[in-house]
């Protein structure tokens, strides 16, 4: 489908010329959901780049960016498609001496149908990337939904048929794994396990991100931030705060990463009080540290 | 590559990982646009197609590595049967050896590494031909001659840096320390893997290093990294729980009509009734008691339920949790959202009063103190979750103490880590208490832990039907 990209290492490139840094691994799934037509499911903690993985690919193709937002109570109406009532009633009104069949087939056309996000992507003359972000937030029956345009790209609309999509989508979806998604929308999908980063890489994101920061202060705090994540927190740092980090110790005017550095710096990376006391604790950091507004 | 992958898929299958046939399908599909010589692109391609559930990685990993990994390092070397050869040692003595590997270690000199790598298990593994093993003995004899704690403390004083002496950079240094030697012991087992893989075959090594899933690792007895990952898993089980328990109904429509609001949208259709409105149907708050044996027996077990109602008490607002030894006290007040579980534990077993005399199981008794003193805990809308082994030390069972406080609950479920057939044998009394109960399960699991979740949803339906 993309014809440009003839190995993953092509994708890596492609994709860091966005601004996201893969790896091998997100590089070869990706590069396989190209060539197989597959979706993509991105699982992992949040913060690690799921969803910023679907808008670079955007980016890196050119393509347009079709997104779907799931919550609790997602519906049919608000994922799919509605019939535009209002419109119908209009035209019902506006004509009142047509037949019957006339009105009918006039009424349930394509001009009075709304379209949501996912029959949106496939009705798109250009291809586009269709994000269906956190879509563990769904009721598990809701998910059905979805399994039909991840299998074949097309949705039947009872009234119209079956509409197929001109272009096949990159799909990816992602989830934060806060309840196991079915069996069935697994089976249809690459599935793409993201934890967070190693350090290597967390290094090279920070590098990226943060341009001003020096090589040895981001091995630093890289290395800082792997080892606090190996504490039990409840929320471990993602990587979008890693980034604040070292945003926040540049701003601060701080080269030299100690223990006072760490201690005063905290709270950027971790949001709890509990986290901080834990760490504080874990790392055996001077007390006092990281006082968060209650 | 297909018979391969096909014995791959049939090996994960063993294993107790769910492949379907569209997913190996997907797999050979994938295989022309992988590259096969590289290693971590075809874990990726397998991995992305097979696998689609976390904490099922680490089985297929190593199911991986025996089939594809290893890949004899250096083809030439031949494997040494017999045993302690000596000779392919490079001469050296065991000291110079060991000189040898912490100088490629810090160098990072992976062609080295790989050429010591084969010599050390020449000289230390003592592999025999035949033996029917999964070889980690041998990768852990290999690591014992190697010394790897002292290789550790070698690394850290050569890693040692001279300006600064903070304690974070202490930590960071002994993380990569530990990350080199860690990455040596997999070098040394996949060397280990690849011979035992030219001798015997992948499936039949594959076999032998099989280990169980983490959803059929057995709770009382899981080591503390299996623990780790468990206790991961508990939060959206927990959250799935709530859910059930609370019995919403979203999607029926079986509320009543709301005529205010149908009304007011058939405004916009020119007062038509196109679009009816319903009163969203009542949600109950279900509350939820948790008594949890926390005796000596049931420490593992006891961490894995209180981690269970500590998860759940950040979704439902209700949830009173009592913990018993020989006595019941309610510990409700540790594991509030805002704390932290481990600390939380720490200060359950120091401040909550649990034991009254000699520190053992007595059901009887806490059942007692359950009915007098939190008799109100205990209401028409509370679904009462009993965790323990109901080994009462020969103590009267109190199953009227019981019954008063299960008369009160809406549905009660005990859940008992022993296997179904040791119930009732010695002390244990399960029978006196399981008519009580709505349901009665052997959880020992995290699998079995997941079908109880999921059942809780029925029995919870069927005790509705009773009240009515």
Same mark, same amino acid.
């Given at each position: 489908m993309e014809s440009q990209w003839t190995a993953p290492d092509d994708v890596s490139v492609a994709l860091a010329a966005t601004g996201y840094l893969s790896d091998a691994r997100i590089a070869q799934v990706v590069y396989l959901a190209a060539q197989l037509d597959k979706p993509i499911l991105a699982e992992g903690p949040a913060g690690v780049g799921k969803t910023a993985l679907a808008l670079s690919l955007a980016d890196a193709t050119g393509r347009r960016l079709v997104r779907l937002q799931c919550y609790e109570g997602l519906d049919e109406a608000k994922a799919l498609y509605e019939w535009d009532y209002h419109k119908q009633l209009l035209r019902l009104q506006s004509d009142e001496g047509a037949t019957w069949d006339d009105v009918e087939g006039d009424i349930f056309s394509e001009s009075f149908l709304l379209t949501r996000p996912l029959l949106e992507a496939i009705r798109s003359p250009e291809p586009v990337v269709l994000l269906i972000d956190e879509v563990?937030?769904?009721?598990?029956?809701?998910?059905?939904?979805?399994?039909?345009?991840?299998?074949?790209f097309q949705v039947t609309i009872?009234?119209?048929?079956?509409?197929?999509?001109?272009?096949?989508?990159?799909?990816?979806?992602?989830?934060?794994?806060?309840?196991?998604?079915?069996?069935?929308?697994?089976?249809?999908?690459?599935?793409?396990?993201?934890?967070?980063?190693?350090?290597?890489?967390?290094? *090279? $994101?920070?590098?990226?991100?943060?341009?001003?920061?020096?090589?040895?202060?981001?091995?630093?705090?890289?290395?800082?931030?792997?080892? $606090?994540?190996?504490?039990?927190?409840?929320?471990?740092?993602?990587?979008s705060e890693t980034i604040d980090w070292a945003r926040t110790l540049i701003a601060l005017g701080i080269a030299e990463l100690d223990d006072e550095a760490v201690s005063d710096t905290l709270h950027v990376l971790l949001k709890y009080q509990s986290d901080i006391d834990k760490a504080t604790r874990e790392l055996s950091l001077p007390n006092g540290a990281g006082v968060v507004p209650a | 590559m297909r018979d391969t992958?096909?014995?791959?898929?049939?090996?994960?299958? *063993? *294993?107790?990982?769910?492949?379907?046939?569209?997913?190996?399908?997907? *797999?050979?599909?994938?295989?022309?646009?992988?590259?096969?010589?590289?290693?971590?692109?075809?874990?990726?391609?397998?991995?992305?197609?097979?696998?689609?559930?976390?904490?099922?990685?680490?089985?297929?990993?190593?199911?991986?590595?025996?089939?594809?990994?290893?890949?004899?390092?250096?083809?030439?070397?031949?494997?040494?049967?017999?045993?302690?050869?000596?000779?392919?040692?490079?001469?050296?003595?065991?000291?110079?050896?060991r000189d040898a590997v912490i100088e490629a270690l810090l160098a990072g000199d992976r062609d080295a590494l790989r050429q010591l790598v084969g010599n050390a298990v020449d000289r230390y593994a003592g592999m025999q031909p035949g033996r029917p093993v999964g070889g980690r003995y041998y990768t852990y004899r290999v690591m014992r001659r190697l010394d790897a704690d002292d290789l550790i403390v070698r690394l850290l004083a050569a890693l040692a840096s001279t300006d600064t002496d903070s304690l974070i950079e202490d930590r960071i240094r002994r993380e990569k320390a530990e990350a080199i030697v860690a990455q040596l012991r997999t070098d040394v087992d996949d060397e280990v893997t690849a011979r035992l893989v030219d001798e015997r075959g992948a499936e039949q090594v594959a076999q032998s290093r099989r280990i169980a899933l983490l959803e059929d690792v057995d709770l009382m007895h899981a080591t503390r990294v299996e623990i780790e990952e468990i206790e991961r898993t508990v939060a959206p089980l927990a959250r799935k729980l709530a859910t059930r328990l609370s019995q919403r109904r979203r999607h029926g429509r079986d509320g009543r009509l709301d005529v205010r609001r149908t009304i007011r949208r058939s405004l916009g259709h020119g007062g038509v009734l196109l679009d009816p409105r319903f009163k969203p149907p009542r949600t109950s708050k279900p509350e939820i008691v948790v008594l949890c044996d926390v005796s000596g027996s049931m420490a593992t077990f006891a961490r894995f339920t209180l981690q269970l109602t500590y998860a759940i008490s950040s979704e439902l607002s209700k949830v009173r949790a009592f913990a018993f030894i020989d006595g019941l006290d309610e510990v409700t007040r540790f594991f509030g959202p805002r704390t932290d579980f481990a600390d939380a534990l720490i200060k359950m077993s120091s401040e909550a009063s649990l034991v009254r005399r000699d520190g053992h199981s007595d059901y009887g008794r806490s059942f007692a103190e359950m009915a007098e003193t939190y008799g109100d805990a205990v209401g028409p809308r509370t679904t009462l979750i009993i965790t323990g082994d109901a080994r009462n030390n020969y103590r009267p069972a109190g199953v009227n103490h019981l019954e008063t406080v299960v008369r009160k609950a809406r549905t009660t479920f005990w859940l008992n880590p022993e296997p179904r057939r040791f119930w009732d044998t010695g002390d244990s009394v399960m029978s006196s208490y399981a008519p009580l109960c709505d349901s009665v399960d052997q959880v020992r699991t995290l699998r079995q832990l997941e079908a109880f979740v999921e059942d809780a949803a029925l029995s919870r339906s069927h005790s509705r039907q009773l009240i009515g």
């Open positions: 563990d937030r769904v009721e598990l029956e809701t998910e059905a939904l979805l399994l039909e345009i991840l299998d074949s009872p009234e119209l048929g079956t509409i197929t999509a001109v272009t096949k989508p990159i799909v990816v979806l992602t989830s934060n794994n806060t309840r196991e998604l079915s069996e069935a929308l697994k089976r249809r999908c690459l599935y793409l396990h993201l934890p967070y980063p190693t350090i290597e890489r967390e290094r *090279a $994101i920070l590098r990226s991100r943060v341009p001003d920061l020096p090589e040895v202060l981001a091995e630093k705090i890289a290395r800082t931030v792997a080892s $606090i994540r190996t504490i039990n927190t409840r929320k471990p740092p993602s990587v | 992958l096909a014995a791959f898929v049939e090996e994960l299958r *063993a *294993a107790g990982i769910p492949v379907s046939m569209v997913e190996t399908l997907d *797999a050979a599909n994938a295989l022309p646009h992988t590259d096969l010589s590289d290693r971590e692109n075809l874990r990726a391609t397998l991995g992305s197609t097979l696998v689609k559930q976390p904490r099922h990685y680490r089985a297929f990993d190593v199911a991986f590595d025996v089939f594809f990994g290893g890949r004899r390092p250096f083809a030439e070397a031949e494997p040494s049967p017999g045993g302690d050869q000596m000779g392919s040692g490079g001469g050296m003595n065991d000291e110079a050896f």
